[in-house]
């Protein structure tokens, strides 16, 4: 009876850096299948490239009258299944009143989980309850239900997938075992800025701290060896700093002097020439400081990494057909008023492969053509807009099917790039989807419309999509039937006068 029944799907794999995705071990009812698909390829590939034509009904096997009993040993199932030889296979039975009957594109079942068709039972028959013993349809049910659970697909799909760079633009990739440090203080400007915010006031508080102390103390030794601090009360002593006679006084001399406070009490006097000295050092280290850190707190707020926050893009992407060509988009909009100016867009396939000289290349970076050519890459980004990316023969995605998508492992990366209109900085604004993250089979719904006399956004549509009718097949596969159906009406037109 399993022998009829169609085999589940692989499940998609969450684990690592985009490995192979393991497959389960067939079991020995599904092996008579793999024959019995290789007899009926042609009409199976016909059904698959137009999935919502109808197709003539098949018998999906449920119970068949007059089916020989399978046997109980599990040498003798596997010799009477052998997948090499398809003479061994049950014949298929001639339909009869009573049976179960179903469409040709039911034998992929894209829409049922294989968890879910593991754990349904074989239906009973009079000779299975008449009997204790258990049957062999039961045991190859049981065996399939263990194998899928705790098979390597299924314990792989509990781990979490490892993106390349998350929804919201950050990147997952940790720099580690750094030799050369000392480049990072040769561009001190963006070490401070690249700081999180509470390393930055940190650094901004101890820049201006570290320097009132350090004068500070050299006002007091000054005070000091001069005899300043000795003579302290005497009117008849001449002071270099005046009032200064501890460390607490210079300290307030320090930043009054670097702050231009200027209270009156405390000043320089001509007669001494460090202290002169000391004082102009002071001013220039402290506009340097205040140079710096002034600019680098406006660059830190001002960064234009915020304004990246109000780009949005889809959380899909969708596959439909678009001018007789199938297309991968995704939708992208801005939701401030103010425009970005000369924006672009572009993306990036991420996807591990072996070269044929047996080299594994990670995360392979290759481009999707988003109109570079014909200049549709760059966006008048004032409404939200599809982005589209036709899959044609030079595209990554020419050979891959709906039902190939789902056991493919890979991440698109999005980059959207423009100049703030506020600012005048260039803004960079970054998403990824993953295959599990993209529909087959659909389309995005409008979102805007005209309301007195202006165009309206509904943003609350942005996400939104509808199911339309779309082959499962390739691009490939369809400009191949393409070519196909063109060279035999042609052939027909060529012999059709001689037919006369």
């Given amino acids: 009876m399993l022998a009829y029944l169609p085999r589940p799907p692989t499940d998609t794999s969450r684990y690592g850096t985009f490995p192979q995705k393991p497959d389960l071990p067939a079991a020995p ?29 098949h018998h999906c ?32 039975a001639a339909p009869e009143a009573g049976a179960r009957w179903c469409p040709l594109h039911a034998l ?34 049981r065996r399939r239900k263990l194998l899928e659970e705790d098979g390597p697909v299924a314990q792989a799909s509990k781990r979490q997938r490892q993106r390349y760079v998350t929804k919201v633009g950050k990147c997952q990739v940790n720099l580690g075992n750094i030799q ?62 005046e009032n200064v006679d501890d460390f607490i006084s210079a300290l307030l001399f320090s930043v009054e002097s670097q702050r231009t406070i200027g209270y009156g009490s405390r000043m320089v006097t001509a007669n001494c020439a460090e202290g002169v000295i000391l004082l102009m050092a002071q001013s220039i280290v402290g506009s340097m ?18 304004r990246a926050q ?39 396939l991420i996807k ?77 604004a970054r998403t990824s989807y993953t295959e599990d993250e993209i529909l087959w089979g659909y389309r995005f719904e409008p979102c805007m419309s005209l309301e007195k006399g202006a165009f309206h956004v509904d943003y609350s549509r942005f996400e939104m999509t509808f199911e339309v009718q779309t082959p499962a097949a390739s691009a490939k596969e369809l400009q191949e039937l393409r070519e196909h159906s063109t060279l035999s009406l042609s052939w027909e037109h060529l012999l059709q006068p001689s037919a006369r």
């Fill in 29 to 57: 009812g599904a092996l008579a299948q793999d024959s019995q698909q290789q007899a009926g390829s042609a009409a199976a590939k016909r059904s698959a490239l137009m999935p919502n034509h109808p197709s003539p009904p």
């Fill in 61 to 92: 096997g449920a119970i068949v009258p007059g089916e020989p009993a399978l046997p109980r040993s599990r040498s003798s199932l596997a010799a009477q299944h052998h997948p090499g030889d398809p003479s061994r296979c049950p014949p298929a």
């Fill in 108 to 141: 992929s079942v894209p829409n049922i989980p294989s968890s879910a068709r593991g754990r349904t039972p074989a239906r009973p028959t009079a000779a299975a309850a008449a009997t204790t013993v258990p049957t062999p349809e039961g045991l190859q049910s």
């Fill in 180 to 241: 050369e440090k000392k480049r990072f203080l040769s561009d001190i400007f963006t070490t401070i800025v690249d700081l999180k915010y509470r390393w930055f006031l940190f650094v901004f508080m101890m820049c201006y701290i570290v320097t009132w102390v350090v004068f500070g103390t050299v006002y007091f030794f000054d005070a000091w060896a001069r005899g300043d601090v000795g003579h302290r009360g005497d009117p008849e002593w001449r002071a270099c700093i």
């Fill in 289 to 306: 400081i205040d140079a710096l850190m002034v600019g680098c707190m406006f660059v830190k707020i001002s960064r234009p990494k915020k």
């Fill in 310 to 348: 109000t780009l949005i893009f889809s959380k899909n992407c969708v596959v439909s057909r678009r001018d007789q060509q199938l297309c991968l988009m995704f939708r992208v909009g801005d939701l401030r008023e103010s425009h970005m100016v000369d924006a672009k867009i572009r993306a990036k």
């Fill in 352 to 428: 591990s492969r072996q070269t044929a000289e047996g080299e594994f290349i990670p995360l392979e970076q290759s481009e999707l053509n988003l109109g570079y050519d014909t200049g549709e890459d760059r966006l008048f980004l004032v409404e939200p807009q599809i982005i589209c990316h036709v899959i044609n023969r030079r595209s990554p995605f020419w050979d891959m099917s709906a039902e190939s998508l789902r056991r493919e492992q890979f991440e698109i990366i999005v980059i959207l790039e423009g100049i703030v209109e506020a600012t005048g900085m260039t803004c960079q």
